[in-house]
């Protein structure tokens, strides 16, 4: 009898809970980037970010969503990996950008100087 009472507790609390998984899993993956990102943006220096690892990330996860598409629809999967994409070309954008104007001052200041 009791646990047919707590039924209509047990059921929103599971539902919440995989919500939030899902949602630890989608996000998980970008947050750990969010303070290099926001360091570079501050600083316009981006010496030591690889754009190796941006292209790495990249490849694997077009991949991940070519093989979920393959298989079956997992829904947290390709968004985390949608979402990773989109990082990822928002750094590679980023890190150019600070590269490139880093490079054009250098050269500038070297031509000035003549």
Not at 62 to 84: A, C, D, N, V
């Amino acid at each position: 009898m009791e646990a047919d009472g707590l039924e209509w507790l047990v059921v929103p609390v599971r539902q919440l809970v995989s919500w939030g998984a899902s949602a630890a899993m989608v996000f998980g993956g970008v947050v750990p980037y969010i303070p290099q990102y926001r360091d570079i943006r501050r600083t316009q220096i981006a010496e030591g970010f690889s754009t190796y690892v941006c292209l790495v990330l990249l490849v694997a996860n077009i991949l991940r969503i070519l093989f979920w598409f393959g298989r079956h629809f997992e829904s947290p999967l390709l968004w985390q990996s949608i979402i990773m994409i989109m990082t990822m070309l928002l750094m590679l954008k980023l890190c150019t950008e600070v590269r490139v104007s880093n490079e054009l001052n250098i050269k500038r200041r070297s031509f000035s100087g003549w």
